[in-house]
């Protein structure tokens, strides 16, 4: 997430000395003054927000206008950059859940902050890397606008296909890759699929299957430190699309792909989501993820312009 290299409320931000690229000599050491910036997050108090991203004591010599990151601008130029969003109305719910018995205990969340969302750093880290031309001005859709295999391959080893060194000369071939949760559970076959198109990765429908004790092993390593929040995806072998509303996770068939695929999620009313939270979480709890979503909606409506279409 955006909001772990990012001072919270939209704070100013410092870069991270022992993050500038050094001009000559040997590397640097990749810490943050000891403080995690991986997002990891560590035994805390519970009256202290999940911020893993450290506190920034060290000076700044050349201060980068408008960064709103705590990485220099080019340790940033080395990545290409996708986003996934979910509707608040999902995802502050989700999160919440996390923050409250019995969850609570196995996450370590004990508290739940409504800054700690993150669609504003998003979207202010978005808008950032669009004005210095990180990523755009092409972007991921059926209609391909853009050389995708030109972009960089996802890792920060400044390598494209063997012909790019990192940096975004050619801020142009860098598509927007926005991708809506939604958009992936209705259809993650055609998704995925132009999203390794996006980023120069060959796709293969074997990407939407996991089951082999490899492949399970990776995703437990992932995720290991996360104990509780990816419980459904970790206890999956694939990913189909969803029916009625729900993703469908187990053995992928090519028959089951296409009698499920193309559901859309029913639409529900405010007044619809109010009561299902309220029985689910109490009125508390329903009042805190109301004001909760209603913070990001706007943040979340302006990403969705640009999510890819398919």
Not at 37 to 62: K, L, M, W
Request: proline residues 6%; charged residues 25%.
């Amino acid at each position: 997430m955006a909001y772990y290299i990012m001072p919270p409320d939209a704070q100013p931000a410092t870069r991270v000395a022992s993050l500038q690229i050094p001009k000559r000599g040997i590397g640097t050491n990749m810490d943050t003054n000891g403080a995690s910036s991986n997002g990891v997050a560590r035994a805390q108090d519970s009256n202290t927000p999940h911020r893993t991203n450290g506190s920034i004591s060290a000076p700044e010599t050349n201060p980068e206008a408008d960064n709103p990151t705590v990485i220099p601008q080019e340790l940033l130029s080395k990545f290409h950059f996708a986003f996934l969003i979910r509707d608040p109305h999902y995802s502050i719910p989700s999160y919440y859940r996390c923050t409250i018995p019995p969850l609570d205990d196995v996450t370590g969340f004990y508290e739940f902050y409504e800054n700690e969302s993150g669609y504003d750093e998003l979207r202010r880290f978005f808008d950032y890397l669009r004005k210095i031309q990180f990523v755009g001005p092409s972007h991921a859709s059926t209609v391909h606008t853009g050389n995708a295999n030109a972009t960089l391959n996802g890792t920060a080893n400044g390598t494209t296909n063997g012909t790019t060194n990192g940096i975004h000369s050619e801020p142009e071939k860098v598509e927007i890759c926005v991708v809506d949760a939604d958009d992936l559970l209705d259809n993650p076959a055609a998704v995925i699929e132009r999203f390794c198109k996006s980023v120069g990765e060959e796709y293969t429908p074997e990407m939407l299957q996991w089951s082999s004790e490899k492949d399970q092993k990776v995703a437990h390593d992932a995720f290991a430190k996360w104990h509780g929040f990816h419980d459904d995806a970790l206890g999956s072998k694939s990913l189909r699309p969803r029916a009625h509303g729900v993703a469908i996770f187990g053995t992928c068939t090519a028959d089951t792909y296409s009698s499920v695929a193309n559901k859309k999620k029913a639409a529900k009313t405010e007044e619809e989501f109010d009561a299902e939270w309220k029985e689910k979480y109490g009125e508390k709890g329903a009042k805190i993820i109301r004001s909760a979503v209603d913070r990001n909606m706007a943040d979340y409506r302006y990403l969705k312009k640009f999510a890819m279409k398919i």
